[in-house]
Structure formats: structure tokens, C-alpha cells
T-cell receptor
Framework: KAGVTQTPRYLIKTRGQQVTLSCSPI?????VSWYQQTPGQGLQFLFE???????NKGNFPGRFSGRQFSNSRSEMNVSTLELGDSALYLC???????????????FGPGTRLTVL | GDSVTQMEGPVTLSEEAFLTINCTYT??????LFWYVQYPGEGLQLLLK?????DKGSNKGFEATYRKETTSFHLEKGSVQVSDSAVYFC???????????FGSGTQLTVLP
């Protein structure tokens, strides 16, 4: 079974631009969660999509948005990029909603975003 | 809100040494607890998990016991290998949302 794939793997943007990251979940998984990983703040939850609806959201500004398609693939968009948005963005897929020992989240390799 | 406090790193050990990485948590309700591992250039992999007091999660020689009285979930391995070099994250999920809350991560380097 193929794992979670994220594209692109690396991205360089300049301040003020916008960016879209893509995540393809494991076949059959209906939930996709997004996380931001930075050296200073660690791993922080951005949002979770299930059946094309955002079900849960972390404490990030409105510049961070996402969506999920009918095939469960998800995209994350960041508008008006700031230097502090430089991070590794990880997505995770799971069969159902939320993270628990009965609903494991499987992580992709991440997209490394650098904002100059 | 929920939080996870993890032992500061980095940790450097010789092969076959004993490993302990401390993890304590604060959560409303009764959280599920996890350890994830991140190898260079890769995403996170679930290492082990536990859902109730005194549960012991184990995998690949790693163990952690859910201690409700001390709100802890320390990771241990009796004999580390060079291939265990990675970053280890303690995490919890709780409440109705059940999103993962992570600790800061501990970089482990094992020398031959």
C-alpha cells in the first residue's frame, strides 16, 4: 500500500507570495491533518479535514487555509508569506477523524518551505 | 490547554547503552499517549502507544508505561543501536477533537 505523499518536497518563495502544498493520503483514508514543524515552535497542529469539511483547527492566522477534495486529497494554502512561515509542513492521513490508538495517523515526508 | 514536556536534547550515547527520554504531560480528561520517531529526511512514524493507566506500549525494543499518578510516559530501551539515531517525539491526544499535541522532540545520536 502506498504511503502518504506530499508535493513538492522543497519550495522556495519570497515574502508576500502565496503557496499551495499538496497531500495525497493513503488509499481509503478519509482524514487529512496538517502540521507545521519549526525549530522554535516544534510541531503544531494546523487543521484537519474529513469528508471534504474542516473539522478541527489549530491556532494559526487566517492566512493558512486548506481544502479537501472528494478523493480525500488535500491542499494547504498560505497567503502573504512571512519569513516566519519557513518550516517543514507535514500532512498525516488516517481512516477516521482525530488521532487515537484506534485511528493511527500516518505521516508524509513533508514539504520544506523556505521564505526569503 | 494540553501540553507535553519532553527531556531536552540532544542525547548522545554509545551503542548498547541504556536509553531513557523523559516525557510528562498536562491534559484535560484521559489522554492517549504516543511516541513518534523521525528519521532524517522523513516524516514521523508511530513508535508505540498507550491508552490507559499502567498500559505498556512496546515496539522494536522500546517501551513506555502510562503513569497517570505522575502524568508521565518515559521512553526506554535497554540497548540502543546506531540505527536508532533519530528525533523522538512524545505526544498526546485528548478531548473531542483528538488532535495530536507534541513535545519539543529529543535528538538521539548513537555512536558505534
Amino acid at each position: 500500500k502506498a504511503g502518504v505523499t506530499q508535493t513538492p518536497r522543497y519550495l522556495i518563495k519570497t515574502r508576500g507570495q502565496q503557496v499551495t502544498l499538496s497531500c495525497s493520503p493513503i488509499s481509503g483514508h478519509r482524514s487529512v491533518s496538517w502540521y507545521q514543524q519549526t525549530p522554535g515552535q516544534g510541531l503544531q497542529f494546523l487543521f484537519e479535514y474529513f469528508s471534504e469539511t474542516q473539522r478541527n483547527k489549530g491556532n494559526f492566522p487566517g492566512r493558512f487555509s486548506g481544502r479537501q477534495f472528494s478523493n480525500s486529497r488535500s491542499e494547504m494554502n498560505v497567503s502573504t508569506l512571512e519569513l516566519g512561515d519557513s518550516a517543514l509542513y507535514l500532512c498525516a492521513s488516517s481512516p477516521g477523524l482525530g488521532a487515537s490508538i484506534y485511528n493511527e495517523q500516518f505521516f508524509g515526508p513533508g514539504t520544506r518551505l523556505t521564505v526569503l | 490547554g494540553d501540553s507535553v514536556t519532553q527531556m531536552e536534547g540532544p542525547v548522545t550515547l554509545s551503542e548498547e547503552a541504556f536509553l531513557t527520554i523523559n516525557c510528562t504531560y498536562t491534559a484535560t480528561g484521559y489522554p492517549s499517549l504516543f511516541w513518534y520517531v523521525q528519521y532524517p529526511g522523513e516524516g514521523l512514524q508511530l513508535l508505540l502507544k498507550a491508552t490507559k493507566a499502567d498500559d505498556k506500549g512496546s515496539n522494536k525494543g522500546f517501551e513506555a508505561t502510562y503513569r497517570k499518578e505522575t502524568t508521565s510516559f518515559h521512553l526506554e530501551k535497554g540497548s540502543v543501536q546506531v540505527s536508532d539515531s533519530a528525533v523522538y517525539f512524545c505526544a498526546l491526544s485528548s478531548g473531542s477533537a483528538r488532535q495530536l499535541t507534541f513535545g519539543s522532540g529529543t535528538q538521539l545520536t548513537v555512536l558505534p
